[in-house]
């Protein structure tokens, strides 16, 4: 603790008290000490697939996906004292299981699939993140945390190439983001959503016009 040499205010404040005078406190130099371990284990999942097709193009398939099976914090003791008082609405989350509390939900992933043929193509994309606990707020009487919903969105698009003419090697293409115009889940934020985990940008259509050289 830094302090400012006491002044005449000071002095007279701590008379009688059998205390030495001390004067504002200016500053604090507490460092951080990580005291405590955490073991953290996942499983990583991605596939790919290709289809060959003479009649009807080809396909491509692909998902990735990540399981979270292991968040384990062991406890730092004011926190366990604070909890053993058995209030549930003061909860203080600095150890144990923390898998599903704040922004480590156990499941994450994508998916996507890729038709093309000669002059058309189209495809969809998929985007799961899943459920979790938002530690900073009490949702209830009990004492359970707010819980941060699963988010799914879908993106679909389609095109065309051109093959003759001026647009020789041109193409088109439509899409729909977020089709189903999903909302970012609630969250304790200063935007009401976490942007980290989520995103606030609802449906939308777009076109890409892509002009080749042709002849």
Known sequence: VVRLNPTADNIAFFQGSGLDPVGQVIQTNVPYFN???????????????DLETNRYGSFTFGLDAA???????????PADFINAQNNPLVQVVAGGDLIEQDQRPEWKGSGY??????????????NYVGEFN???VISD?????????????????????????????????????????EDPP?????????ASMHNPIGQYAYINLTLGLGN
């Open 186 to 194: 609630l969250a304790d934020e200063n935007l009401n959503y976490l």
């Open 141 to 181: 009487t009990t004492g359970a945390f707010w819980r941060v919903d699963s988010w799914t969105t879908v993106n679909l698009n389609g095109e065309y190439h051109f093959s003759m003419g001026n647009f020789e090697d041109s193409s088109v293409r439509i899409g729909i983001n977020n089709l189903f115009d």
């Open 134 to 136: 938002d530690t900073g």
């Open 35 to 49: 005291l405590d371990s955490r073991e953290s284990a996942g499983i990583d999942i991605s596939i790919a697939y």
């Open 113 to 126: 699939v890729r038709w093309n043929s000669e002059k058309f193509g189209a495809g969809m994309f998929v």
């Open 67 to 77: 399981k979270l099976t292991k968040t384990f914090q062991t406890s730092a003791g």
